[in-house]
Structures are given as C-alpha cells and as structure tokens.
C-alpha cells in the first residue's frame, strides 16, 4: 500500500465507554478541520474540553429513548457509516436524504465481562451489553474502503497521528477492521456464553430489575486464584490479570515463578497490544521449537502447532531461516506467532512487516529492525532470556495433576551417531543434516506428528490426527500444494527428494509407504513396533534410506 490512499478524516463519530485519552484524539481531530460527531457523556467530556462537537441527536432530530438504549440506530449515522464513498450512486443516495459520510468511527463497548467478573447483577449484566456500539464497529468495519474504525483507546493516539498525516492508508483501515471484527465476536462470544449460564441459574426466573439469584457452589480450591483480588493475587505472585483466557468467558491470570529466570512469563514488552491467554500458550510452544535447534532458527507456531520452521547456517541473515519457515505454509503463517532464536535483523523484519503476525519473539532486536517491527502497532514484539531450560511440566485433570520431566532433544537417540540404519543406504552428509533437522523439528507438532524437510526447512507437517497414516497423507499434500509458485503455475511437488520423520514408531508399514510412494527419499523414525520388520521391508524395497533412534518425542 503507497500513502496515496490515505482518506483524510473530515467526519468522525465518536461514542466510548472509556474515555481515557479521548480529549486528546478529539482535539487532533478538531485542529486538522474535522467535524466531531459524539453521543451523550463522549460529547459532553469533548465539550468540556472546549472542542467543538455535534451531539447525534441534532444530526437524527430524534431524542435518545429508552435509557439510552436507542440513541445512534438511525440511517442518518449508519448511512453516513456505510455509504461507499467510491460509488456515485452511494453519494447520490446520501445527497438525497441529506446524509453526510463518516470518515471516522471511533467506538469503544460496554465493559460486559467486566461487570459478570465483578458480580453485578442480572439486570446490570443486561444493560452492559452493547447493542448500538457494536452495530456502527461492524459497519465500520465491513466499510473500511472508505471508512477508518478505532476500537480500543490504546490506537486513539495512533489515530491522532493519522489525522496529521492525512488519514490512514487502505492497509491500516483494513487491519484495523480486522482487529474490530476479533473484538465484535469475542464480545459477542463472551454474551453467549455467560446466556447460556444463566439458563441454567437463579437468574433465569428473576424479575426484570431483581438481583440475581444464588451463584453455584464453586470448589474454592479450584477457583481462589481467579476469584481473588488483584491486590491478594499480587502478592502470590499472579500480578498479571489477562484480558480473558482460553475463550472470552474463561478469566485468567499469570504468574512469574521464579524472579531471578522469568523466562516468557517475564519477557520485556517492546511494542504493541497486551498479551492474551492463548499468546502465551503459542509463544511458548514457538519459542521451545526454535531453541531445539542450535543453528539460527524461525518459528512460525499457529494454534501450538508449527505451520513453518526453519533454519540457516552460522553466519547467515536470521532473515534466510525466517524466508523458509514462511515458505513452508504461507497460508498459515497469517495471524501466527514467530518466535527466533537469534536477534532479529532489519532484513527479517522487513520480510514479516507485510505479514499479519499476532506475536514475535527474540532474544534481541538490531534498532532499525525493532523500528521498523513498531510500525505495525497491533504487533505484541518480545524480547526473551536465554534457551528455555528443562525443569518439570505440571498438567491438571479431574481431581489430580500431573508432574512429568519436561521433554527435551537430550535423550541418546537424539544423537544421530546412535542412529541405526535399518534400510537403503547410509545417508550422505546433506542428507543426514536434512534427517537431525527434520528429527529435532518433528518435536514440535502434536503427535501424531510427520514432519518432511528439505535443505533446512520444513516443506510439509502432518500433526494432531488420530492415526499415523492420515498424518503422513496430510503432511505429503501440505509439501505438494502450500509450495509459492507463479500465478497459473502448478505448485511444486516438494515430497519428492525430501527426508521424513515421524515422532514415534509406524504401526503398520502403510504410512511410511506413502511417504515413500510422495518420493521421500529417508526416513527417520524410533522404531519399536512389533511390525518394525514390514517398515523396513518397505523402505529396503524402495531403495529408502531408514533411520531408527530408539527414542521418541509424543507431544500431546
């Protein structure tokens, strides 16, 4: 996108619940000549401030009614919302019925979660969800050709900015649309689930303006930390309250558990919006990935399975692994967290600022590229300490919790000089560095995991399904159709002369035959099956080289 499609902001609407730093957008607005717009207690603080400001009732001629719940549902905002101002007979229609446009949206919602967190009540829990605020975000958003809308008030100083500069340009309407659209439907998620609790409580029968019912018994031992306050949660070391967990309806915290090696839960913020529940979860998994790796390493985790990861030589641009590991599914990569185990350079950073990224990761940053990564304001860049070290994973289930060594690439079949050749013939020097990359990287996909490299990156990743054959097939269709190739171009068939490994052993010799049949040329694998004999029988029969390391790496 150039500059040249900026749209100056000669009309905003603004009408927030928040009002923190909203005088200072307005007065922007207001001083490079555009006209406010504003609803009840948003004009009223912009009037205040001595900013010129139109309230909406004198642009619908209609009074708010029933206690504010009807106050912007009207054409004369959603036409002025809507209209594409690319189409004639848009502006036509608008000059008709004497609408003007909005160039600006400015909408922030009803704390709906935060007042069920805070217990209120079932009327006050209705009347915090946002009927009006949501309507002009999505119309706004669906718009945003011609139309910018600012959700949240950490953006009003981007904004404000953009105001200076003429406008945003159609990229940065449209990311900011993207952002609104996340916020409309967790917003909506979050209503939905606290509904269908309430069907099943005291509240369902109450009186419109009653208090609510008894809450359900809760094992105290299962919620305290979540039901405490932030003060008393502090001092037990969860000084971080999340905006919400794995889902809207799911409150989270986090804590740091140890101050002197914090680790990601104490990783320095460089640049954009807080951390969520589920970026933690990813950065995690990005970040164990890439430190498995000694050489310079790329990460690209989406839902804690890698949909790319790469690495290049000692001396190489971290830029060159980051180019493969995006390669291996440009598809995915969009909305994933990339996580690197060396500084991030310029050229790396030029090479992710086109791609919607939620969360990078690096032990350090050259300055022009973490300038560059902060231009892109939704972006959550952080820096992180040294390699992750092992320790204990702890997992909770119904009435117990799980302690286990957490895995890691140590065990002595991780060694490829333990490594014995089972089938074909002994691998040649790029080959087996293809098979320890592909060995060491098949450790990050949840199990059942398939994992095809070529020349230090992965070309295809089978994970997460219930039978090892259907993770083989998906893993040689990922290589043979997400390959970047010219438009009208068939994509490469990138199986063919690449190694495989599989994180635990083949049951039967089926999968391996469709590795083999997709033209992998070796295959690393633990071995250990009964029916060890067929799988190598196969690959001996295919002129397949095959590896067996005694040792596997499930992640469930």
Sequence with gaps: MTTTDRRPFRRALLSVYDKTGIVDLARALAENGCEIVSTGST??????????????????????????????????????????????????????????????????????????????????????IDVGGPTMVRGAAKNFASVAVVVEPEDYAEAARAAVAGGFTLGERQELAAAAFEITAGYDEAIAAWMMGALDSDWQGEDARGDAGDEADESAADTYLLDMSDEDAATMGFATTLRYGENPHQRARLAVVDEEDPGLAGAEQLGGKAMSYNNYVDADAALRAAYDHDQPCVVVMKHNNPCGIAVAAEGEDIALAHQRAHGTDPVSAYGGVIAANRPVTLAMAQQVKPVFTEVILAPAYDPEALELL???????????????????????????????????????????????????????????????????????????????????????????????????????????????????????????????????????????????????????????????????????????????????????
């Design 374 to 556: 902060r231009s892109k304001k939704n972006l959550r860049i952080l820096q992180v300490g040294d390699r992750p070290r092992g320790g204990v994973e702890i997992r909770t289930i119904w009435g117990g919790t799980l302690v286990q060594d957490a895995d890691a690439i140590a065990a002595e079949g991780d060694d490829p000089s333990s490594w014995t050749l089972a089938a074909g013939d002994a691998a040649d020097e790029s080959t087996l560095a293809d098979l320890a990359f592909a060995w060491r990287a098949v450790r990050a996909p949840k199990s059942n995991a398939i994992l095809l490299a070529k020349d230090g990156a992965a070309v295809g990743i089978g994970m997460g399904q219930v039978n090892r054959v259907d993770s083989c097939r998906l893993a040689v269709a990922r290589a043979n159709t997400l390959g970047e190739h010219a438009e009208g171009e068939q994509a490469p068939e990138r199986a063919r002369g690449a190694v495989a490994a599989s994180d635990a052993f083949f049951p039967f010799a089926d999968g391996a035959q469709i590795l083999i049949d997709a033209g992998v040329r070796a295959i690393v694998q633990p071995g250990g099956s009964i029916r060890d004999g067929e799988v190598i029988e196969a690959c001996r029969a295919a002129g397949v080289t095959l590896y067996l390391t005694g040792t596997r790496h499930f992640a469930h």
């Design 43 to 128: 004009a009223a603080t912009v009037r205040e401030a001595g900013i010129p400001v139109t309230d909406v009732q004198q642009v619908t001629d209609f009074p708010e009614m029933l206690d504010g719940r009807v106050k912007t549902l009207h054409p004369r905002i959603h036409g002025g919302i809507l209209a594409d101002q690319r189409l004639k007979d848009h502006l036509g229609q608008l000059d008709a019925h004497g609408i003007e446009p909005f160039d600006l949206v400015v909408v922030n919602l009803y704390p709906f979660s935060e007042t069920v967190a805070a217990g209120g009540s079932f009327q006050e829990i209705i009347e915090k």
